[in-house]
């Protein structure tokens, strides 16, 4: 099937975490069109095992191809690490993924100790753990679970004060460690940001991965010659799989959300 290049990018994610990499998406592709599905009713995904992730991904994969997506953006690392082969070798669609940014921590690292706050489906994949082994080898990398970070984001409580104790139990123990490189390893901790810095001392610089995202997604397209030609600035879409999508906390009033209904997993 020919691609064509005006169509649009879809951008996935279990919720509203791959929000987070629309500013560097948008600054460096300004006339690209977007549609993000954000699949809130089966969010978190950082628990589910491989399979029922690798599932929810091909089902958005098919929705996506369906409206006719030039490029799918799998804005989430859970679902990257777990499912970006299978996506790869599945369908023929050009697919960018995110991982936690391990190879640029390791670089800028002078303690030589990092840490990486990621979920329990990302810490725990063999992708994560290849690119560790690979990127990490001359550096201590800790490794912390965010447990219930992503919860409270998507039900839009970031003045939760028992967030900001959660977030410290993970960070504390981190600093112990002499880290001075923090990798955001899931999307949706870009929302903790205001938090991080209170919490984290200057010397400690936080890591994410949605500008080499960006980079990648504009040589992808023009790899494939998938550049859009419009002039005109592009246009974002919304869809969720839930009724009462956690995007509506975050995106700005009136926003049209479209529902996407899919099976249960
Ligand atoms: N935003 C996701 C990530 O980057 C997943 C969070 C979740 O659903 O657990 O890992």
């Known amino acids: 099937m020919k691609i ?5 990018i879809g951008v996935f994610d279990s919720g509203i975490g791959g929000l987070s990499l629309l500013p560097a998406l948008i600054s460096i592709l300004p ?3 977007f549609l993000y599905v954000s699949d809130d009713a089966f969010a978190p ?10 599932n929810r991904c091909e089902t958005i994969t098919d929705h996506l191809i369906e409206k006719g997506s030039k490029l799918i953006i799998v804005a989430c690392n859970t679902a990257t690490t777990n499912a970006i082969e299978t996506l790869r070798s599945n369908y023929s669609v050009p697919f960018i993924g995110i991982e936690p940014a ?7 690292s002078k303690s030589k100790s990092i840490g990486v706050l990621a979920t329990e489906g ?7 753990a290849k690119t560790s082994a690979t990127f990490a080898k001359d550096v201590k990398v800790i490794e912390q ?4 970070l992503v919860e409270f984001i998507e039900s839009g409580s970031l003045d939760d004060p028992k967030l900001s104790v959660l977030l410290e139990s993970y960070i504390k123990p981190m600093l112990k460690q002499n880290i001075d490189t923090l990798v955001l390893g899931c999307t949706h901790y870009s929302f903790l940001l205001p938090q991080l810095k209170k919490l984290l001392p200057n010397k400690v610089q936080i890591v994410d991965s949605s500008d080499a ?8 397209l023009e790899k494939n010659n998938l550049q859009s030609s419009r002039k005109e600035e592009g246009s974002i879409q919304y869809i969720s799989s839930a009724i009462e999508s956690s995007l509506l906390n975050f ?5 049209n959300v479209s529902m996407l209904s899919t099976d249960p997993i």
């Open 213 to 220: 995202v960006a980079i990648q997604t504009l040589r992808i």
């Open 4 to 8: 064509n290049k005006n169509s649009f």
């Open 102 to 108: 391990i190879k640029p921590a390791a670089f800028k």
């Open 145 to 148: 679970i965010g447990s219930g």
């Open 251 to 255: 995106l700005p009033k009136n926003t």
């Open 31 to 33: 006339n690209e069109n």
């Open 45 to 54: 995904y950082g628990l589910k095992n491989k399979e029922s992730i690798v």
């Open 122 to 128: 990302t810490l725990s994949s063999s992708l994560f």
